[in-house]
């Protein structure tokens, strides 16, 4: 199989580098003070020139998070996060907000071309003739560019960094922030509502089909900072969006946090795709340094027969904390995850889904795929609930976990709540290694031992790559590769 | 650190000041009653749950009536917490003792550790033997309305065999019972153990199973749930050596506004042993059945085979199921699974039957015994199975 093929030589090409965008950029920036305090928030408000009622919202949401403990009930171990250790806002001096493309600082342009980011709106990806894609560049705490702006503006789209929709569509953010993961929902969310710096705002007018995958690239490269980003998709009435999210950061020895809040809203006969490659720095081979990630993820099927699909490979990051979910409010509206989580070295990956179903005849799919390997730790939490007027509610689940070696951890922890009979929930679950049989059966049709492993975890995550757009899929198959590399015997 | 303690945990509190155990009191002081805070109490939070608690029961003689009489069978009984050793001389190969104060090493768990403090006598059963005679032990809950505590320690030597019958059944009051029940396998030992809760729809139910499973043992394990307003068994299970196996099985029969709750938690902790859960529940009217299950294959238990199923059927529309089946997994060459499932009867089934004359009601019946069979089937004596078969036939025509 020619597949095999590639495979093999990217994991050799990835052998030399292992975690390729651990580089850093060399540019100035413009901090906020170290710590958290009243002043921070204000001073973040006042660098974005928000108006007061966006202020307001921060400030209210920092005093509730003073009075909130850090949640400790998930499957992860790691030292207190000082959030006083942080710089909360860090931007490029020369780029301190996003402008068109020839005016964004060369470095800043290099910076993206390692990371193979397209911003120059001619630029194709490899293999992907006349795909267009439209890009929004988050580097540290601000978006420095955003492209193809003025083509989707032609159907109405409005694709934007977070702190120029606060200003200029101050209407939709004050209906919509918010209204999908509350000010008070959790520790982090809370954090992020008062901190948060930038992320991207989409909003697809009624009956608009957009043409063309959205996208967000989220850099950490400024040290001892965290990112906080927050990203709104409104689909209104009959529409479909499909956005791509990235994230990459340098190789430090420190722990870096991001926590982020994403809120998606589907209207009637909306649907919205969302697809996340995570693969933020993961720490070294002794587990030193990596991105703690602390996401809330929730999408809201508000309109009937609206959906909502996430889609995420998560292969980076020190620690993962993320549950991207849907609520399922309309009728016959459909939330779906797929879910490919790799962990290796001494990764902690705590992840998994919510669906609520309140709706009637409302349908959920969910697939997930953990893979764990060298000292690492994969588990997957998730919940499946139908309301007592969730009529005919429906659910399939399947999680599997693979182990990859013995010193690493697998878990599976579902939450299955059925509150009245008309609901059918299956759910399955399997965890096992790949089997003596499986490897034999490769290697004596002439692969080798990292050959088979690499085809046979290709087929594991199968289900889930093919809902990947395919832009993502090269992507994709390579940083399985990067993550599993060395993990072998 | 100390937390305000409730009316309800205040007695409990004083009751373990009361029997001077100082040092369970100090935790119960800092802890209480399991809140939904607590992971294997998620959905069964005490702290709301359990009301009036009463006082420690007082004496009550025996009723010398046993809940069910099974053909071979040698029968004991512990009433309000006070072992009851009647006539019958045990058979050979069966060894029956008490001991002063509750169980030896108790789980960590907050009832367990309750349970240990507060019980005043266990009852011993060591088993020597191949055993044909079923060994029953009825717990009785009698008199006035108050707290019992007791527990049965169960030891089934090497290569011996035995099957065992726990029994909670008592006076129509609002009993508060925390039971315990401990049973060791030791090398290629069998057993069969069987509880089932058919105590007044007024009692509450608490109770702690423990279970120690030696090399080449193999055990039988199940749970019926099918009285009590609440029930909440707790089950722990320790693989401690090579090959033995085990099933646990349960079933939560739950109606009017009733909470039943079985949780476990299975410790694959050595290599090569294989398990099987298989639970179900059915619920009608406003009932509640939980099912968690937690399966823990430790670092070096290689070639564990553990598969978990949980089952739900509802039959009305204001019944709840709430599960959680769980797996935590630390080696590599291992097979887990588990799987669970929530839904009501088929209508296409039903028609089928329907349109072959048979009532609607009756085959409503006939699929919730099928659903059941996969429960009773693996009971071998006849008796027993009849008896166990028949507690579901009564729930159903209710």
Known sequence: MPAVKETIDQVKEIDLEKYKYGFETDIKSDKAPKGLSEDIVRFISAKKDEPEWMLEWR?????????????????????????????????????????????????????????????????????????????????????????FREELAKSGIIFCSISEAIKEHPDLIKKYLGSVVPVTDNYYSTLNCAVFTDGSFVYIPKGVRCPMELSTYFRINEKNTGQFERTLIIAEEDTYVSYLEGCTAPMRDENQLHAAVVELVALENAEIKYSTVQNWYPGNKEGVGGIYNFVTKRGDCRGDNSKISWTQVETGSAITWKYPSCILRGDGSRGEFYSIAISNGYQQIDSGTKMIHLGKNTSSKVIAKGIAAGFSDNTYRGLISAHKKAKNARNFTQCDSLLIGDKCGAHTIPYIEAKNSSVIFEHEATTSKISDEQMFYCQQRGLNEEE?????????????????????????????NISLEGSVG | MVIKLNKNEEILYQALLDADAISIAKNFRSVGLPTRRNESYHYSDLKMLLDNIGQIATTATSTGEFAFNIANSFQLQIVNGEVQILGDKPPSGVVISTSNGGMSEPNKDIIAQLNSALTKETLHIDVSENLETIIQVDRCFEGKAALHNDGVEIYIANNSSATIVEVFDGSSEEHLSNSASKLILGKNAKATHIMVDISSKKTRHLQTVQYEIEQGANLHSLIIHAGSSLARTQLFANFNGENAHADFAGLMLVDADRHSDITIDVAHKVPNTTSTENFKSVVRNQAKAIFQGKILVAKDAQKTDAAMMHQGLMLSDDAQILVKPELEIYADDVICGHGATCGELDENNLFYLMSRGIEREQAKAMLVRAFLAEIFDPITNEDLYDILAGIADDWLKE
């Not at chain 1, 911003?119 to 490899?126: F, H, I, P, T, Y």
């Open chain 1, 59 to 147: 400030l209210d949401a920092y005093k509730r998070w003073l009075t909130m403990d850090e949640p400790d009930w998930a499957k992860l171990d790691y030292p207190k996060i000082d959030f006083n250790d942080i710089y909360f806002y860090s931007a490029p001096k020369s780029t301190p907000g996003p402008k068109s493309l020839d005016e964004v600082d060369p470095d800043l342009l290099e910076t993206y071309k390692k990371l193979g980011i397209p911003l120059s709106e001619q630029a194709v990806l490899a293999g992907v003739e006349g795909a267009k894609i439209a890009v929004d560049a988050v580097f540290d705490s601000v978006s420095v560019v955003t492209t």
């Open chain 1, 452 to 480: 088979a492993v690499a085809l046979i975890v290709n087929g594991f995550v199968r289900d889930v790559l093919q809902h990947l757009p395919m832009e993502f899929m090269v992507e994709t198959q390579k940083l399985i």
